[in-house]
């Protein structure tokens, strides 16, 4: 399984009046972590949609296990976890730095969509840049 992991220090504005990470929030780290992977793989978000291929989230989990606070620096591991022939899926882990203990974990379920908006074979290109 291939995995990438990004490192995000949290912002003021992504928490709550207790300080605490606003739970909406994990979602745009799992986002942050998936186009780092799919870059780290050779991939970019930018060029695939210019070519009228489209990643589009169809189903997005997450479990919260601990509150991250403002100012903390985060891991954001992310895994490919499936690829079929039209959906691709993520897994993450989001931890405190030189922590083990989770803070999050997930997934998210993508749905490849050709110009049309209609589900599409995932390319060949991008099939063999993530095997």
Same mark, same amino acid.
């Given at each position: 399984?291939? =995995? ?11 928490? $709550?009046? @207790?300080? &605490? ?8 780290? #799992?986002? @942050?972590?998936?186009? !780092? #992977? ?12 210019? !070519? ?6 169809? !189903?997005?989990? =997450?479990?919260?296990? /601990?509150?991250? @606070?403002?100012? $903390? ?5 992310? =895994? ?9 899926? #993520? ?5 405190? &730095? ?6 999050? !974990?997930? /997934?998210?379920?993508?749905? =490849? ?6 589900? @599409? ?11």
């Amino acid at each position: 399984m291939k =995995c990438s992991e990004i490192n995000v220090r949290v912002r003021y504005q992504e928490t $709550d009046q @207790m300080g &605490i990470v606003y739970y909406s929030n994990y979602f745009v780290y #799992f986002e @942050m972590g998936r186009i !780092e #992977f799919l870059r780290d793989m050779g991939i970019s978000y930018a060029e695939i949609e210019k !070519e009228n291929i489209f990643l589009a989230v169809a !189903e997005a989990h =997450c479990k919260y296990r /601990s509150p991250a @606070m403002f100012d $903390d620096l985060l891991i954001i591991k992310t =895994c490919l976890s499936m690829m079929k022939l039209a959906r691709i899926e #993520f897994r993450y882990e989001i931890r405190r &730095i030189n922590e083990e203990s989770l803070i999050a !974990e997930g /997934s998210t379920l993508l749905a =490849c969509l050709g110009v049309n908006k209609k589900p @599409m074979a995932i390319p060949e290109k991008i099939r063999n840049a993530l095997t």
